[in-house]
């Protein structure tokens, strides 16, 4: 399977699963097959809505373009509503077991995910062939077939991105550092920095609040690393600078630590929270 390896901060290369060219065009169709569903389906309910207004109805017309700019809207914001409420996961991405990530490997940031949905040019100009096609039928000209090789043509950029760069990323993972990684085919809350604690838990290390989000990322990464490949060892270097950042002292095993670490920052910020 290709494989990615990313430099982190503790001067440890973290390896994940790049997904296949066809794993990440089946993720692409089965959105487009959902956003086609909605267009079908938005338009009849339209169709329904207004199916009483005249030709010489001048506020039923503005109405209708309110109406379908109302009703189209989800259509635009599917892919950003969809990431940032699933991490990183669309509809084709759930199903193909992928997700979008930031270039170290942890969760994208709100901001990651506007940048890469405000360059979706590829997916935007298919769904705007999409209705140009419904709405139009044979009534279409010059200008619309030069509308579809000119969405064509940023879909065709796109794919070679994907499957040329090292990362498979396109226009918009490049410009947001993000990156899309295969998951395990059954996720849970262990895939993230998320530990259950104890309410009589009590904290080994407070220092650990000190440490930003994204270096617990890497570390949570690690961890993972180290349990899938069975080498513990290439934890010490990273157990190593965090105790030297953090002035802590401690004979604890590097993988106990760093799990430790873990724990006692969602104890202190969910109680910092409450």
């Known amino acids: 399977m290709p494989v990615i390896s990313i430099p982190t901060s503790f001067n440890i290369d973290v390896a994940f699963e790049v997904p ?11 959105d487009m097959a959902v956003e086609l569903c909605y267009i079908i389906a938005a338009s009849w309910l339209v169709g329904k809505l207004t199916e009483q207004i005249g030709p010489w109805d001048e506020d039923g017309r503005h109405n209708l373009w309110a109406i379908q700019l109302l009703v189209m809207a989800p259509l635009f914001l599917y892919h950003i509503i969809m990431e940032i409420t699933t991490n990183g996961q ?3 991405k759930k199903i193909m077991h992928l997700r979008v990530v ?5 969760k994208a940031s709100i901001s990651q995910f506007l940048i890469r949905w405000l360059l979706r040019v590829s997916d935007l100009w298919i769904v705007v062939i999409l209705i140009l096609l419904l709405t139009l039928g044979s009534s279409a000209d010059w200008q619309t077939f ?7 043509g940023f879909l065709v950029t796109d ?3 994907v499957a040329s760069s090292k990362k498979s990323q396109r226009i918009g993972d490049l410009l947001a550092h993000t990156i899309v990684i295969r998951t395990n085919k059954h996720e849970d809350l262990s895939n993230t920095i998320f530990r259950e604690v104890r309410e009589d838990y009590v904290p080994v290390f407070p220092q650990v609040m000190h440490i930003s989000d994204r270096d617990l990322n890497i570390i949570k990464n690690l961890l993972d690393n180290a349990h899938k490949t069975h080498r513990y060892d290439s934890l010490k270097m990273a157990a190593d600078r965090v105790k030297d950042y953090l002035k802590i002292e401690t004979d604890m095993e590097p993988y106990q630590f760093l799990d430790k670490l873990l724990e006692d920052y969602n ?5 910092q929270r409450a």
């Open 20 to 30: 296949s060219f066809g794993r990440r065009m089946a993720s692409l169709f089965i």
């Open 90 to 92: 669309s509809i084709g």
């Open 102 to 106: 930031n270039d170290n490997g942890g």
């Open 146 to 152: 030069f509308i579809f090789l000119l969405g064509f």
């Open 159 to 161: 794919i070679v991105l």
């Open 267 to 271: 104890y202190l910020s969910t109680n």
